[in-house]
């Protein structure tokens, strides 16, 4: 019965990888697919092949596999409902999330002080934030290429000290906070027209599981 079930743990794999590049299976689906066949495995090598003995196995494996994108699939459906309509993107890449908030709405041109109808924006990030604290969070600034490169990095560090500093005075660890301005280097759109300068004018909020946690 082991050579049947590593068998059946082998092919499930398989069938994972598949429906995930095929049918878009989210990262907590896959997850916990994969944590059940583990714990599937793992049931059927205590020498107890009951029946019994192999669900449990596969219903705690389950669980723990599906853990860390559940956990960030629960702060992204908080983000997109309390980010409605403020101009600030959420997306996800695998189990981070990234806020994409563009310049525009942020600062004034060539500014590092957050405009203050934004902050309640930024009350509204902290709060999920602090909800869910197993994350580390590193903040990105971001510049067109209009200037020169040191102006660029310089106000873009700025930037991303700002977005930083608002979020410790509203009660988010300093320590899961990180950060670090990219000037001109990672733009999002051309910069040969205006549109596309100001999409590269942005912060970025990237959430990030923490493994230590």
């Given at each position: 019965?082991?050579?049947?079930?590593?068998?059946?743990?082998?092919?499930?794999?398989?069938?994972?990888?598949?429906?995930?590049?095929?049918?878009?299976?989210?990262?907590?689906?896959?997850?916990?697919?994969?944590g059940?066949?583990?714990?599937?495995?793992?049931?059927?090598?205590?020498?107890?092949?009951?029946?019994?003995?192999?669900?449990?196995?596969?219903?705690?494996?389950?669980?723990?596999?599906?853990?860390?994108?559940?956990?960030?699939?629960?702060?992204?459906?908080?983000?997109?409902?309390?980010?409605?309509?403020?101009g600030?993107?959420?997306?996800?890449?695998?189990?981070?999330?990234?806020?994409?908030?563009?310049?525009?709405?942020?600062?004034?041109?060539?500014?590092?002080?957050?405009?203050?109808?934004?902050?309640?924006?930024?009350?509204?990030?902290?709060?999920?934030?602090?909800?869910?604290?197993e994350?580390r969070?590193?903040?990105?600034?971001?510049?067109?290429?209009?200037?020169?490169?040191?102006?660029?990095?310089?106000l873009?560090?700025?930037?991303?000290?700002?977005?930083?500093?608002?979020?410790?005075?509203?009660?988010?660890?300093?320590?899961?906070?990180?950060?670090?301005?990219?000037?001109?280097?990672?733009?999002?759109?051309?910069?040969?027209?205006?549109?596309?300068?100001?999409?590269n004018?942005?912060?970025?909020?990237?959430?990030?599981?923490?493994p230590?946690?």
């Amino acid at each position: 019965m082991t050579r049947n079930v590593l068998s059946l743990f082998t092919a499930g794999l398989l069938f994972i990888g598949c429906a995930e590049t095929q049918t878009g299976l989210s990262k907590t689906q896959s997850g916990a697919l994969i944590g059940g066949l583990v714990g599937v495995a793992a049931g059927a090598a205590t020498g107890n092949h009951s029946a019994k003995r192999i669900l449990i196995g596969g219903a705690i494996g389950a669980a723990a596999g599906g853990g860390i994108g559940y956990y960030m699939d629960k702060q992204q459906e908080e983000l997109n409902k309390e980010l409605k309509g403020s101009g600030v993107q959420v997306q996800r890449q695998g189990d981070t999330i990234n806020l994409n908030m563009p310049g525009g709405i942020t600062f004034d041109t060539g500014k590092a002080a957050i405009k203050s109808n934004f902050n309640p924006v930024l009350d509204d990030i902290a709060n999920v934030m602090i909800k869910y604290p197993e994350t580390r969070i590193e903040i990105q600034g971001h510049t067109d290429n209009v200037g020169s490169d040191a102006d660029n990095l310089k106000l873009s560090e700025q930037r991303a000290q700002s977005v930083t500093t608002a979020l410790i005075n509203r009660g988010v660890e300093s320590t899961r906070l990180s950060p670090v301005g990219y000037g001109e280097s990672k733009p999002i759109a051309t910069n040969d027209t205006p549109s596309g300068r100001e999409a590269n004018r942005r912060v970025e909020i990237k959430i990030i599981p923490n493994p230590a946690k």
